[in-house]
């Protein structure tokens, strides 16, 4: 209901009430036209074999954070696994198969006691967590090349007072999950951020090609997981639209010389379910930049660049919702082809930008 909310609010101040309800049908004309045109979940995860370290062989050489990963934002919360409020719309297995590396899910300890993978309120939908990482040990099993990161985020289902008790069950929970899971074998636990990291290679030869990540004061029971208090240093999140992934990139937290650097690329639509492919038609015609497309080239690269400039820092990961409709495969490709040098913010790169009608005359500007 948010959705229709949100879409119907925007336009209404734009064209009055016949515009909110016409901007809701073009709206629900284009999700059905996506819908239909989704790909089925693959039945099989097996990649081509000899393609290298995350399919280039020149990675393989490269530390861990100094390669940049591809990564899905709420990547748990697709169509496919029947969210009604989707931040993606292929599966998990689409994702990996499709090129994506880096997985940001949400785990809550629910008010019964278990725990899920889901969105602020299980309500919603939600997933098993233990069959979420057989997703990814299957992966990991065929494909001995791939290296694969899950970032994951503690919740507890909307409960308003949480103590350190329910914390604590939740890291339990999430422990006897990763053990029964059969990801063990796989996984690489760095100890300290002051370590520099290994290459690719390096994990690759030696069978630990899974990080996992959560922010928990429990090392002595998180056997498996690296911290990421002191490892991921990010970029803001809360990005209402177009306008604010314009303005200067900055670091949330403290961060190390050997810090892994997360570049959030996702603004409000992308949270209330609406994928901007399905509205970048709408932002053209009513020129409203709530509903603009920000996963495309030229917009994209240009972001993650200029970003790159602003924070003076490599960025590890990139992340995107509705990775399958986005550029940011290609992206990070380019990125992981010329890492010394991050494609330079250029007038001519603008110009594109601005091309769309979509962008005012000195929000994005090369320095």
């Given at each position: 209901m948010r959705v229709w909310a949100a879409i119907g609010g925007v336009c209404v101040v734009r064209w009055g009430g016949l515009g909110g309800c016409w901007c809701i049908v073009?709206?629900?004309?284009?999700?059905?036209?996506e819908l239909l045109r989704i790909?089925?979940?693959?039945?099989?995860?097996?990649?081509?074999?000899?393609?290298?370290?995350?399919?280039?062989?020149?990675?393989?050489?490269?530390?861990?954070?100094?390669?940049?990963?591809?990564?899905a934002h709420n990547a748990?919360?697709?169509?496919?696994?029947?969210?009604?409020?989707?931040?993606?719309?292929?599966?998990?297995?689409?994702?990996?198969?499709?090129?994506?590396?880096?997985?940001?899910?949400?785990?809550?300890?629910?008010?019964?006691?278990?725990?899920?993978?889901?969105?602020?309120?299980?309500?919603?939908?939600?997933?098993?967590?233990?069959?979420?990482?057989?997703?990814?040990?299957?992966f990991l099993q065929v494909n001995?090349?791939?290296?694969?990161?899950?970032?994951?985020?503690?919740?507890?289902?909307?409960?308003?007072?949480?103590?350190?008790?329910?914390?604590?069950?939740?890291?339990?929970?999430?422990?006897?999950?990763?053990?029964?899971?059969?990801?063990?074998?796989?996984?690489?636990?760095?100890?300290?951020v002051s370590d520099e990291w290994p290459t690719l290679g390096t994990m690759v030869a030696q069978n630990t090609r899974l990080v996992l990540f959560a922010?928990?004061?429990?090392?002595?029971?998180?056997?498996?997981?690296?911290?990421?208090?002191?490892?991921?240093?990010?970029?803001?999140?809360?990005?209402?639209?177009?306008?604010?992934?314009?303005?200067?990139?900055?670091l949330r937290g403290w961060r190390f010389s050997n810090s892994l650097i997360v570049i959030n690329?996702?603004?409000?639509?992308?949270?209330l379910g609406v994928n901007a492919a399905s509205t970048e038609r709408l932002a053209a015609l009513s020129g409203v930049q709530f509903f603009a497309n920000i996963n495309r080239n030229p917009f994209l690269a240009a972001r993650v660049?200029?970003?790159?400039?602003?924070?003076?820092?490599?960025p590890s990961f990139v992340a995107v919702d509705f990775w399958e409709s986005s550029d940011i495969v290609q992206v990070v490709r380019d990125i992981n082809r010329a890492p010394s040098s991050l494609v330079p913010c250029t007038q001519k790169s603008l110009r594109s930008i601005n091309a769309s009608g979509l962008l005012h005359k000195g929000m994005l500007s090369c320095p």
């Open positions: 073009v709206y629900l004309l284009l999700i059905v036209s790909p089925g979940c693959p039945a099989s995860v097996a990649l081509e074999r000899g393609r290298g370290c995350n399919g280039d062989v020149e990675l393989c050489v490269r530390r861990y954070n100094k390669v940049a990963f591809a990564t748990f919360a697709n169509t496919q696994a029947g969210f009604l409020v989707a931040q993606n719309r292929g599966c998990l297995e689409a994702a990996l198969v499709g090129g994506m590396r880096g997985f940001m899910l949400d785990v809550h300890l629910t008010r019964t006691g278990e725990i899920l993978i889901c969105h602020v309120s299980c309500q919603l939908g939600s997933v098993s967590v233990g069959e979420t990482l057989k997703i990814f040990r299957d001995r090349e791939e290296v694969v990161t899950i970032f994951w985020e503690f919740g507890f289902d909307m409960q308003e007072r949480v103590g350190w008790d329910k914390k604590e069950r939740l890291c339990v929970l999430l422990d006897a999950e990763i053990r029964s899971s059969g990801v063990v074998p796989f996984v690489y636990r760095h100890a300290d922010d928990t004061l429990y090392d002595d029971v998180h056997l498996f997981l690296s911290n990421t208090r002191t490892m991921v240093v990010q970029t803001e999140f809360e990005n209402y639209d177009i306008r604010d992934l314009q303005k200067e990139c900055m690329h996702f603004t409000m639509l992308g949270a660049h200029r970003c790159a400039e602003d924070i003076d820092e490599f």
